[in-house]
């Protein structure tokens, strides 16, 4: 396992580390140095995929250079007004630490940036840093304010400015935050490949038909209408396919959704709640291809993407964020937003059914994409570090 992948695996073993904590590792007879980075934000638990994103990009800088550290995690997840209040009371310690800390020229401020209301606490947090002379690099992980100008996210990209930094999944991030916002600030790439680990190999069950799989938080915006409506009209239609799904049920809705399938195909679906480490390499062995009909507005990644790919297996994805960055190259099917995902996924489904060669190749062609996107995360996250401390050298902005 990379070096990368350890260090989220560990924090997300340890308990929440609330509060400002300085690691300062200056070689043996130094004195006590000042930490030219400070991360403001949240590390796991609760782990998302940007808590445990940001783990890795902390832990890969605290290897390099001294680092303040400001965790703004509740330890659990949170929402509405108890989130909000949480929220707050983090960051306004965060503001009350930096004023502790006085002037800072040329230090540098990481931190991820919120979507929604959160934008205005990152508006606070990053007016005072430019304030004390800090470069910002602001590490985007959420999508509606990509998709539509937001004024929050305007003001934010004018603090960033031409000394500091925006850092994205890939390129096509890259462009369509251009198309939003015009910048003067460097970009850097770190791909959330540095979170998803390739599943211990398994193998393949042996079983008839064909077999899809979703995977995910289960809510409606995240597909499961359109997955389950994709299972329904090819078993209707007389074909021999399963529906594997797997991940907790968001709400009481899509939970009688899925046992009104299960009743309706009850030799056909198989629903197995959360699943984590060895269970989750067995839900890929047992599924021939993996739906993704997300409709979720923050959507950027989707590391269960990368996590099928790993292990060969095709995916059909709708286009959001940067899903057509990861799916190409023959290796599934993205489905864009005007198109019928049901339809085209269904056609594609009958395709790989009726032509095994067609569908052998897709799965070659997802392992060689994982490879790619691995690669990608070994040079990216290095260099991303390379960055943010030849931003600490060259002083006031």
């Known amino acids: 396992m990379p070096a990368f992948r350890k260090t989220v695996s560990a924090m997300n073993d340890a308990p929440a580390c609330h509060g400002e904590s300085d690691v300062i590792a200056p070689p043996v007879g130094d004195a006590p140095q000042r930490a030219p980075v400070v991360f403001a934000g949240t590390l796991p638990p609760p782990v998302t995929g940007m808590t445990a994103m940001t783990a890795v990009v902390v832990g890969a800088l605290q290897k390099r250079a001294p680092i303040t550290v400001f965790n703004w995690s509740p330890g659990k997840p ?74 929050r996210a305007a003001l934010l990209n004018r603090l960033v400015g031409a000394g500091g ?57 995240k ?46 679906v198989d629903y197995r709640g959360p699943i984590y480490g060895p269970d989750k390499g067995r839900f890929y062995a047992d599924v021939d291809a993996f739906l993704f009909p997300t409709k979720y507005r923050n959507e950027s990644w989707g590391i269960v993407l990368t996590e099928a790919l790993s292990v060969g297996c095709p995916v059909i994805a709708r286009s959001r964020g940067c899903v057509p960055w990861i799916v190409r190259d023959d290796c599934g099917l993205v489905v864009h937003a005007h198109e019928d995902f049901v339809t085209l996924a269904a056609q594609r489904i009958k395709h790989w ?32 570090v390379d960055q943010v401390l030849a931003m600490t050298r060259q002083g006031a902005c």
Request: glycine share 8%; net charge positive.
């Open 78 to 151: 949170l929402k509405g007004w108890r989130w909000r209040l949480a929220r707050g009371r983090a960051v306004l310690s965060t503001l009350l630490r930096l004023l502790r800390r006085g002037r800072a020229p040329g230090d540098v401020l990481y931190f991820a940036v919120s979507s929604g209301f959160g934008l205005y606490y990152d508006l606070a947090m990053a007016a005072l840093a430019r304030a004390l002379g800090y470069r910002l690099v602001a590490h985007h992980h959420a999508y509606s304010y990509i998709d539509r100008r937001n004024w």
């Open 165 to 221: 930094a925006h850092v994205v999944h890939c390129r096509l991030m890259r462009d369509h935050l251009l198309a939003q916002y015009r910048t003067r600030a460097r970009f850097v790439f770190v791909p959330p490949t540095i979170v998803s680990q390739q599943l211990a190999a398994s193998e393949r069950s042996k079983h008839d038909g064909f077999t899809l799989g979703f995977l995910s938080n289960i809510t409606l915006e």
């Open 223 to 268: 597909g499961l209408p359109e997955a389950i409506a994709t299972f329904a009209q090819l078993a209707s239609a007389g074909r021999d396919v399963r529906l594997v799904l797997a991940g907790p049920c968001m709400g009481g809705a899509e939970r009688r959704m899925i046992d009104e399938l299960m009743a309706a195909w009850p030799d056909r």
């Open 353 to 384: 059914m009726e032509s095994p060669g067609a569908y052998e190749s897709a799965r070659r062609a997802a392992l060689r994409r994982w490879r790619e996107l691995e690669q990608d995360a070994q040079r990216e996250l290095p260099a991303m």
